[in-house]
C-alpha cells in the first residue's frame, strides 16, 4: 500500500533543467519530440559507458528550437543567431576531449549559418549538427525560410514562395562527411537510435529532423490542427535505401526521403590534424 | 629571454604564445596575414592549434567557444575583418568570453589600400558592436611594445573575461627591430580566474564584488554552465525583467571602469614643461616623437603624450602631461577620432583653458616629422 505520494520523476530529469521548465514550445510542435530523442540516446550512451555527459556540450543559435540549450542539464553556449557551428567548432579546438552538440532551426543553420555548415562539412570537423526543419522562421513569426516549400505562403511572400527549395541533407550529403540522416518526429524511436549511432562517432555529423510547427507554419498552410500536420509529414516522410544521393527528395506535395544516407568513418579534421601537426602535449584519443 | 630582430606582427605572435596562447583562429587579410602564417609554424610545437575559418565571422565566434572550453585564443585581422566581427564582439562581451583580436589597421574606408597604414578604427574598436557594452584596447608603437602589450591583453582578457584588442597598425606591424622575447615567469602571465565553489554552488555569471568579474568554469568539468546571449541572471537563465538586464549591463559597462588603475598605460615625452602639447599614437608616434625632439632643438617647449591604451584612456597621466599647455595636437591618420576622446578627457576634468587642435592626416602611408609641421603649417596654426 502506497503510504504517501511520492514525487514521480520522469527518467529524464537529470537532464532537464527541470526548475526552467515548462519550455517555450508551443502545443503541437515538433521540437520536444526531437530533443527527447536525443536526450534519451545520451542517457543511453552515458549509462552504457560510452560517453561521459560531462563531455557534452550544446550549442544552439537563435530561435524557437535554439532554446533547448537553457531546458538540458548540459554545459551549453546559446550563441548568436546562425553562429552556433563555429562556436562549437572553436569549443571543440579549445577541449578536444568535448562531444559537441549543434542542436538548431533550419534558417539558422541552413539560411544564416550556410556557409559555416558547409566548411564544417567539407572540412569533415568533429561534430554533430542536428538541424530542426520546421520549413519557417517560426520564432519571428512565419518569414520565408529556404526549406519553406515553393508556392507556400510566409508572412514575407504572402502570395506563395516564388523560390527553389533547399534539400539542407542533399547539399551536405554531396560534401560527403562522416554521417548524414534525415527522419521525422513522426518516426521518434528510429531517431533514438540514430542519434545513438551518430553522437560517439567522429567527424562531421548532420542529421536534419523533420518536424511540426502548427502555430507558426500550419497557420499559413492550413494545417492549424497538429494531428492534420503530423500525418502530413508521416505520410511523405518516407524511408529509403538509396544508391545515390540524387535520389533524395525533398518534395512537400509527395516525398521528403528520409534515411541514414552516408554512415563511413573517415579520418576527421581533427584526426588529420593530430597527425600531421602533432601539437605539442596534446592527444586526440577517443571519445 | 632572448633577443630577435622581428616585425609587429612576429612579435605579437610571440607575445601570445608566452601569455600561452592555444587556439588561434583566423582569415587571411592583409596587413595581418604573416602573422597569422608565422603562427601556423609555430604554434604547434608550443601546444596549440591554429586554425583557418570560412570567414572572420567565425573565426570571432570560433573564439567565444574556445576561450569558454579554457583555451586562450586570439585572431588577427585587419578593418574590413573586424568590421565582419561587429556582433561576435558584442557576444564575447555578453558571454564573458576572454579573447584577443589583433585589429592591424590598414587605410579605409571599405577595402581602401591593403598594403597601406591607416589609424581609422579607433571609434570602431570600441563601438563597433551594437548596445552598451565595454571592452579594452591597446595600441602598441614598436615591435617590443607588440610583445609586451600582446600579454598584457591577455592578462587583461582573462582577468575581466572580456574582449581585448590590439590596435596595431600597417607600419607598426612590418618593421623589423630588436625585440626581448620573455617567456612566462620573466614576465607576468595571469591564468583564468578560475571557481572557488563545488559545481552545486556556482553559477557562470556570480561576480566578484571586488572586481565585477565572474569565476569561470569551463565547459566540460562538470559545473553544467549555461553561457547566455541574451539577458540573464547570475545563472545565465534568460530574463526579460529591467532589474536583471540592468544589473548584467551595467556590470559589463562598470567593470572595465573598476578595474581601470590596472589596466591603464601610456607615456609622456618632454611633458615637465611643455606648452605644446602633441598627442598621438602608434606609428604616427614615432614621427611626432622626431617632430617634438626636432622642436626643442630649436627651443620651443614642446610634449608628447602617447596614449598606449586607447580604451580606457589614462586621462590622468594626460591631465599631468598637460599640466603646462595651452595648446593640445591630435595627430592622427583618420578624419579626426583621437581628438575626440583627448577633448571629452579634458573636458571631463575641466580643463576648458586649453585649445584643443584636430590634426587629422588623411594619409595611407605613416608621415614623417617634416610632413606632419607642413601640415601644422599649412593650418595657419600660430603655435610658436
Ligand atoms: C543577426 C540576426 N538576424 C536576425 C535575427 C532574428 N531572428 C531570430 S530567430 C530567426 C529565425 C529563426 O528561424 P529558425 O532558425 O528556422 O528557428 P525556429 O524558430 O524555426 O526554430 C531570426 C531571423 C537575429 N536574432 N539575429
Redesign the pocket.
Known sequence: MVETQEVIKYPLDDYLRTERLPHIWCPGCG?GMALQALLWSIKELHEQGVIDRKKVCFFT???????ASGFVKFDAIHA???RAIPVATGAKLGNPSLIPIVF?????????GGNHLLHAARRNFDILVVM???M?????GG?L?P?TPTGVRSTTTPRGNPENVMDTTKFVASLRPNFVARYSVTQPTILRTVFKKALPKRGFRFIEVMST?TE?FGRHTGFRDPYELYSRLKKICKIKKISSIDEIKYDWENEITCGTFIDKDDPSFLDMYFKMYKPRGMVYGES | MRVEFISGNEASAEGAMTAGLKVYVGYPITPSSDLFEYLSEKLPERGGIVFQGEDEIASINALVGAALAGAKAMTATSGPGLSLMA?GIGLACMVEAPLVIVDVMRAGPSTGIATHVGQGDIMQSRWLSHGPYNLVAFAPFSAQEAFDYTVKAFNVAVRLRLPVILLSDATIAHTRERVVIKESGEIEVEDFKRPTVPPEKYRFYDPDPRDLVPPMAFLGEGYYIHAESLSHDERGYYDTRPSVYRRLVERLVKKVERNKKSIVASKSYYTDDAEILFVAFGSVARSTLALVRDLREQGIKAGLFRPISIWPLDDEKLIEASKRAKKVVVVELNQGQLVEVIEDALWHHQRYDVEVLSLPMILSETPSPDEILDEINSKGWKLW
Request: proline letters at 0%; glycine letters at 14%.
Open positions: 521540437i543559435g537563435i530561435g524557437c528550437t535554439a532554446r548568436l543567431h546562425g538548431s532551426g533550419d534558417g539558422d543553420i541552413a539560411a544564416i530542426i526543419n520546421n519557417t522562421y517560426a520564432l519571428t518569414q525560410a526549406t510547427c507558426i | 556582433e
